[in-house]
Every structure is written in structure tokens, then in C-alpha cells.
């Protein structure tokens, strides 16, 4: 096999989709790039989003002030990603994909995407943690259109009714003191999703980097910390044992019913908070000693598939740059309801129209991304053997410390290190 060809074998593995993405048939099929009559191709993870709304008119608007047509196509995330990987060995990429974040480096390194410095754009104006997610070896291969992390939130009902008060919440000592509160008053106190997939990971990260544990020693006394509080929380009956099954869509739906003082949870379920049949808040995820723990970054950046014709260039970097000034960083925050915008004007331009985002853009701020610290493609292979170790010390069938060991000794065989 050639590079290209072993990196579409193992694509099913190395695609990492997040639950904000809804999965739905595509609207309508590829477009090969360089069409006649201007006409430049998109694609995105957004089926949900059809031809007639607010977000295809964000995306059309971009190609009109570029002076062109946008002919958008829309996937699921995992089929988008299999889809540009075949586009880009047949030669017909499209001129713009939007990628779950993760799954950038996968297509940079198969050498399918161009970096953003080989046509100009600058990207220093993009949060650092935010970007790093589209970096690989040096290069920044796409752009973050905003993004999304995960916080707490809480039914502050029951806690009220416990006697807690959120802002007590500082560390995972006084977390977990106010679970025990909220047990002693029959009430249950936290859910979240520990399911055996990339989602099972993506929650796990704040308590793991919380601990100050590192993605490239899954065994580590700090990572062994992490896990030990979730599979102490189960034990006590602080959370239930359908953790190790939930996605994140049921552990919402857990909470939803209002039995739940805590969720786990991601910045796109802002609305649905809202309309709740209880009045919710948002605590920052605790680090073990204290302070905001980092949470992983979700969210689609803008990439760039290599041409043949690389004139059309000039009016892909056009769109770009529609796309990510402030005000348009704004737009497609509020499209969504969920993004954060990627830059420090972008961030005051949404909080000076929607207060509310406060805690939501002091998330995103100290958010990490999945594969920064050049993790690349070896990041879905370790996110494989620690979501497994999860699941072996949730389930009982293993300690923390064993279940963690094994998961070690899985990713170096997997990565080769």
C-alpha cells in the first residue's frame, strides 16, 4: 500500500466524530472542483443545515462577496472524511472542506491538505490552544471557525435544596463533597459519558489533564488519579453505572429529566439548557488542586485541499477570510448557537451581544486541543487504548492502575513508540 492508500484503509478508526455533529444523508453528492461559470465546492459536516438555511446563506454570501458561486455539499462526519480522503487520490478534492478538528492532521499528513501559509493567510490572530489542533509538524494546515468544550452543568434546584452552592465547586475535594451533599438529600448527583468511543475519551480529558497527566503516558500516576475519582464516584454511588454506556446525547437526556444535579456537558447544548423544566448554571470542569481544567477542543476548522490549478488559490483565501473575520466569526457562532469564535475580538464581539457566553468563552480559552502537542495521527490510537481502560476500570474489571497499564502498553504497540 502506498501512504495515501494505507491512510484511507484506516481512516474508520482515525475519524473522530462529536456528538454536536448530527448524522443525516448527504444533500446532494460531490461536486469535482474547478466547475465552470466561478463556481468553487464545499464541503461540510452539516447535513442537518439544508439549502435554505441560515448557515448555507452564511456560506453562499462568503462565495458572492468572493466574487463566485458556492456549490456546498453536505456529509456526515465520518462519511466526509472518507470522502475527502477518496477525493483527494482521485484529484477532484473540492477548493473548501470544513474537518472535525482531529481529523485535520489525519488528512495532512496523507499530504492531501495545503498549508495556510503556502497561500498567505496569516493565522497569529487565532488563539493559540485553539489552532494547535490544525498544526502538524510545524505547519498550520486549517483554521478554527469557533469552537466547542464541555463544563458542568448543573440543576440548581437540587442544589439549592442540598445546601450547595456551585460556587463552592473549586477542586475535586469540594466536587465531590458536593455530590455527597446532594446524595444525603436523595437526590442523584452527577452523570456524564464514559461509552467505549472517541466520546468516552473526549469526557474523560479534563479530568485526565486535570490531574496533570499526559496523553503519552496514559499510565502515570497523575492519569491513574483521574481515574480512580470516576470509578471512586461509581463505587460510592455518586454516579450511576449507566456512565459506562452513555453517550453524550443520553447522559442529556439523563439530566434533562431533573434528577441530576451535575452533567457533563458541551457548549452546544446552550439552548437546550435554556428550556429546561429547571433553572440550570455552568461550573468550569475543576483541575484536582484547583483552577479550570483543560478540556478538549470541538469544533471544525476550515482546510484547504491541494489543486492542480493552485490560481484558484486566491479566491479560496477570499473565502477564508469572509468566513473568519470577527463579525464573521460572530455569525457563525450564533448560526450555530454553539461556537465560540477562535479569536480574542471575535470572543468580546459575541460576549458584547450574548453576555451569557461568559463561562462558555473562559472554557474555550483554556481548552487543549485532541491532537495538539503534535500528537497528529497517533492521537485516535491512544484515544482507542484510553477509552478502553476506561471502560475496564468503570466496568470492575480491572483497577485504575492495571486498566490504565494496559492501555499503555496498547498505544505504543499501536503507535509504534
Same mark, same amino acid.
Not at 438555511?53 to 456546498?72: F, K, L
Not at 439530566?255 to 455552568?282: K, M, V
Given at each position: ?7 484511507? *484503509? ?29 463556481? %468553487? ?58 474537518? !472535525? ?35 502538524? !509538524? ?22 439549592? !435544596? ?181 479569536? *480574542? ?33 497517533? %492521537? ?36 509504534? !513508540?
Amino acid at each position: 500500500m502506498n501512504r495515501t492508500s494505507a491512510k484511507a *484503509a484506516v481512516i474508520g478508526a482515525a475519524v473522530l466524530a462529536l456528538a454536536a455533529c448530527a448524522s443525516a444523508p448527504p444533500q446532494g453528492g460531490p461536486t469535482a472542483a474547478g466547475a465552470e461559470g466561478g463556481a %468553487y465546492t464545499w464541503w461540510d459536516p452539516y447535513p442537518q443545515h439544508d439549502a435554505s438555511s441560515a448557515w448555507a446563506e452564511r456560506v453562499g454570501a462568503c462565495g458572492r462577496q468572493a466574487g463566485v458561486t458556492i456549490e456546498r455539499t453536505a456529509y456526515d462526519t465520518t462519511a466526509l472524511t472518507n470522502q475527502a480522503l477518496l477525493a483527494g487520490q482521485e484529484g477532484n478534492a473540492p477548493d473548501v472542506i470544513l474537518l !472535525d478538528n482531529p481529523a485535520v492532521s489525519t488528512l495532512a499528513d496523507a499530504g492531501m491538505l495545503t498549508a495556510m501559509s503556502d497561500f498567505g493567510l496569516e493565522v497569529n490572530r487565532f488563539d493559540k490552544n485553539l489552532i494547535a489542533a490544525g498544526e502538524l !509538524d510545524g505547519k498550520t494546515y486549517g483554521i478554527p471557525i469557533g469552537a466547542n468544550t464541555l463544563a458542568l452543568y448543573y440543576n440548581k434546584k437540587i442544589l439549592d !435544596d442540598a445546601g450547595v452552592d456551585p460556587a463552592s465547586v473549586k477542586d475535586w475535594a469540594s466536587l465531590t463533597a458536593a455530590l455527597k451533599k446532594v446524595k444525603a438529600a436523595g437526590k442523584k448527583p452527577i452523570t456524564f459519558a464514559a461509552i467505549g468511543t472517541e466520546e468516552g475519551s473526549f469526557q474523560f480529558l479534563p479530568w485526565f489533564w486535570g490531574a496533570g497527566a499526559q496523553l503519552t503516558q496514559l499510565d502515570s500516576p497523575q492519569a491513574v488519579e483521574a481515574l480512580h475519582l470516576w470509578s471512586s464516584w461509581l463505587k460510592d454511588g455518586l454516579a450511576p453505572n449507566s456512565v459506562i454506556s452513555n453517550s453524550q446525547n443520553t447522559t442529556w437526556e439523563e439530566f434533562l429529566t431533573g434528577e441530576f444535579a451535575f452533567a457533563e456537558n458541551g457548549t452546544w447544548q446552550i439552548n437546550s439548557a435554556a428550556e429546561a423544566d429547571f433553572p440550570t448554571g455552568i461550573v468550569q470542569i475543576p483541575g484536582k488542586d484547583g483552577g479550570t481544567a483543560a478540556t478538549p477542543t470541538g469544533g471544525e476548522f476550515i482546510t484547504v485541499p491541494v489543486q492542480k490549478d493552485t490560481k484558484r488559490y486566491d479566491v479560496t483565501k477570499k473565502v477564508l477570510e469572509c468566513m473568519t473575520t470577527p463579525e464573521g466569526l460572530v455569525e457563525t457562532g450564533t448560526t450555530f448557537a454553539y461556537y465560540i469564535p477562535s479569536t *480574542a475580538d471575535g470572543q468580546q464581539a459575541i460576549l458584547a451581544k450574548e453576555p451569557s457566553l461568559k463561562p462558555w468563552v473562559a472554557a474555550v480559552q483554556s481548552a487543549k486541543g485532541r491532537t495538539s502537542d503534535n500528537l497528529g495521527t497517533k %492521537y485516535p490510537k491512544i484515544s482507542e487504548a484510553l477509552w478502553t481502560g476506561v471502560q475496564k476500570a468503570l466496568s470492575g474489571a480491572a483497577s485504575p492502575a492495571d486498566a490504565l497499564k494496559a492501555a499503555q502498553a496498547q498505544a505504543q504497540q499501536a503507535t509504534g !513508540d
